[in-house]
């Protein structure tokens, strides 16, 4: 078995770029090997700020090989009268690069045809691989690609030495004006090369030893977090780890060293939100907290270079950041000098989305709109959710917050605990953006909650009014984002609400503004929209689509209620019985379905049941009516389902029995309505024509 390595070796590439193109790099030719027939045992792929890797194990030597049965022209055309080749048949041969003694004649249903036996496959690995990447280099996807030698040739960052190696040979193909050899390069400073790489299997060891490149990101991290811990126990503190600034922080540099700095105790005035945002955001470094759980006048940063100098790197990195805290300090100042009232009167002066008003237009919609929110869930709350809403956006025009835009909300939140708001107010205003995306937290108080999802659905209702939807990747508002939170916030807190009630509410908020779609078909929309994303999230949770439109059949104006029928809709779907249960309903469903131009009433004449099968099922139907309401109303879906047992047997009963459709008018239409009242009565729980079995 071989090894084969590729390096890419690149200016400079930006962090957020690698994880995505390890996952690429290696799908890529996972796929394009598997349909080239190239045996391989695992492929892996690494990267730093200046190459991207593939490295494969255990690849077969060659190519697998089969035989295949090649199809020729027909014996009629292909063989002349005493059975010798005509043009057509030499033809056949020539094309396949064979003597016409190779080729015989099939027969098929067809008819005779002439045909051949070959042999495919066995091409050198090194052949593959070479094919391999020169289809897979070009069609890597970048957020944002460059050109430097023509338009014919784009990448992420200029590509500036190629190496692929199987074993201890080259692996020539051609890229960007380059030819793919056996030398790498190492560190831009500590070992810049380029060094021979004798074999794939030395690779990695050359990169490190000669090179002074750590190539493995998991390894790059834990050194900075080994040497970032051992620096601070020694300063008498923790590190406040940030995974993703540490993922960040790995694939900037190829040396991790880490290297501790102090600044001023007089900055630990500032709130630790702002410390750490100066240090995290601007100068991708980490903070350190004390035994007491504050924060200690010292950073953690990682440099990428094993300075001669360290207190020289040192003092620069101290420099920058007291600038950045010297502005937050001047900010802070200023901020605790201006009112709320202030704050609120230039709100009135910041457009919030066009036709949609100001920022202190919104703030009116969300105090009435979080306010109306808690009557319904948490009523002692709805005088605080007034204010809360009303002060929601005065920190935008703050003045910390207009410089470290990432602290919105969150220094609303400090600045009304600070100038003597209540702290069910404070709580609100630092919560009420989360969550910020799929994995994002919740907001942890109730007042947080109920801000949060004020906020998302006006912005929702103001931008679907507009006529302002999500396309395609286009999502310039988050409204996607928005309508996920009121998801999760509803799914996760449990929260009992009607979504349609509360988005007709937050379009009511709006006031002179002129719509481009009137409220209903504006309603409409965003219902489906919401119905989108309740898919997706739960698809993406493991739920059929079919359990899911069966459930959500019945309305999915209550999120949450919606997600207890959906669970028991798939609980009860990977039951033994679950098939035929579903065959008995939806043949009901379907009948019920064709008569759509038919009134039916649901309303039963018993003079008019004929046999006992007919009857059966009315008696039946009647005994589970008023335990599946009483069920229903209690939200025991399990318990109703359960009761499939009861109905099938008699419904099944029912269809082999009784005719539905007779000829008599007064019959067909009782027994239909027997089939629309059973109907009716499942469709509490979902609609089983849905299913598909």
Excluded at 74 to 87: M, S, W
Excluded at 380 to 400: C, I, Y
Excluded at 592 to 599: H, L, V, Y
Excluded at 602 to 617: H, N, P, S, T, Y
Aim: glycine share 10%.
């Amino acid at each position: 078995m071989s090894h084969f390595v590729l390096e890419i070796g690149v200016e400079e590439m930006p962090a957020r770029f690698l994880p995505l193109l390890d996952r690429e790099l290696r799908e890529r030719f996972e796929t394009l090997l598997g349909e080239a027939g190239l045996g391989f045992g695992a492929v892996a792929s690494f990267s730093t700020p200046r190459r991207l890797v593939v490295d494969i194990t255990g690849l077969a030597d060659v190519q697998k090989t089969e035989e295949i049965v090649v199809s020729g022209p027909p014996v009629r055309i292909a063989l002349d009268a005493e059975g010798k080749p005509t043009k057509a048949g030499l033809g056949f041969a020539k094309s396949q690069n064979v003597e016409f003694d190779q080729v015989y004649v099939e027969k098929t249903d067809k008819g005779e045809y002439l045909a051949l036996k070959k042999t495919v496959g066995g091409r050198p690995a090194a052949d593959i691989l070479a094919e391999t990447c020169a289809a897979v280099l070009p069609s890597l996807n970048f957020p944002k690609k460059m050109q430097w030698i023509g338009k014919d040739c784009t990448f992420g960052r200029p590509v500036r030495w190629l190496l692929a190696m199987l074993d201890g040979r080259a692996v020539p193909f051609g890229f960007a004006g380059l030819t793919a050899g056996c030398e790498t390069r190492g560190h831009r400073v500590m070992g810049p090369g380029p060094f021979a790489v004798p074999h794939a299997d030395d690779y990695a060891r050359v990169l490190l030893e000669q090179g002074r490149v750590v190539l493995d990101t998991a390894d790059r991290k834990a050194a900075i977090r080994a040497d970032g811990d051992r620096l601070a126990a020694e300063a008498g503190g923790t590190v406040e780890w940030s995974e993703s600034l540490l993922d960040q922080v790995a694939n900037l540099v190829e040396t991790p060293r880490a290297m501790l700095g102090g600044f001023h105790e007089k900055f630990l005035e500032l709130p630790a939100e702002v410390l750490l945002t100066s240090m995290e955001t601007h100068q991708k470094s980490f903070g350190l907290r004390g035994k007491d759980g504050k924060l200690l006048p010292y950073f953690l940063t990682a440099a990428n270079i094993e300075s001669r100098e360290p207190a020289l790197v040192r003092k620069g990195w101290e420099r920058v950041l007291r600038a950045r805290l010297e502005d937050a300090r001047f900010f802070w100042e200023a901020d605790c000098a201006a009112t709320f009232e202030q704050w609120l009167d230039k709100l009135d002066k910041v457009i919030f989305i066009g036709p949609l008003g100001t920022m202190g237009d919104k703030t009116r919609r969300l105090g009435k709109l979080a306010s109306s929110i808690a009557s319904r869930i948490a009523p002692g709350l709805s005088a605080d959710m007034a204010r809360a809403g009303r002060l929601s956006k005065a920190d935008l025009v703050s003045e910390m917050v207009y410089e470290f835009d990432d602290l919105q909300g969150k220094m609303g939140g400090i600045y009304a605990r600070m100038k003597g708001e209540g702290e069910t107010v404070a709580q609100a205003l630092y919560e009420q953006y989360l969550p910020a995306g799929q994995d994002s937290p919740l907001p942890g108080s109730m007042a947080g909650v109920i801000l949060s999802l004020a906020d998302k659905l006006d912005n929702l209702a103001g931008c679907f009014g507009l006529g302002m939807m999500p396309t395609g990747a286009a999502d310039p508002y988050a409204l996607r984002r928005n309508a996920l939170g009121v998801c999760r916030i509803v799914l996760e807190k449990g929260l009992t609400l009607d979504l349609a009630d509360l988005l007709r509410e937050a379009q009511a908020g709006y006031e002179g503004v002129e719509w481009k779609l009137e409220p209903e078909e504006a309603l409409d929309k965003l219902m489906d929209f919401f119905g989108q994303r309740l898919r997706a999230y739960w698809n993406a949770q493991g739920v059929q689509t079919l359990v899911l439109e069966a459930a959500m059949a019945p309305g999915f104006a209550d999120i949450f209620e919606t997600w207890r029928r959906v669970e028991a809709l798939a609980d009860f779907s990977r039951e033994a019985d679950f098939e035929a249960s579903v065959l008995t309903f939806k043949r009901a469903a379907n009948i019920i379905r064709k008569q759509a131009g038919q009134e039916l009433s649901g309303q039963i004449r018993e003079d008019l049941l004929e046999g006992e099968a007919e009857k059966a099922f009315w008696t039946a139907l009647q005994g589970v009516e008023p335990e599946w309401a009483r069920l229903a109303e209690a939200g025991d879906y399990p318990k109703m389902l359960a009761l499939l047992g009861v109905l099938r047997p008699v419904v099944d009963g029912f269809f082999d029995g009784v005719m539905v459709m007779c000829d008599d008018a007064a019959l067909r239409t009782n027994r239909l309505n027997l089939l629309q009242r059973l109907v009716t009565t499942l469709g509490r729980v979902a609609d089983f024509g849905k299913f598909q079995v």
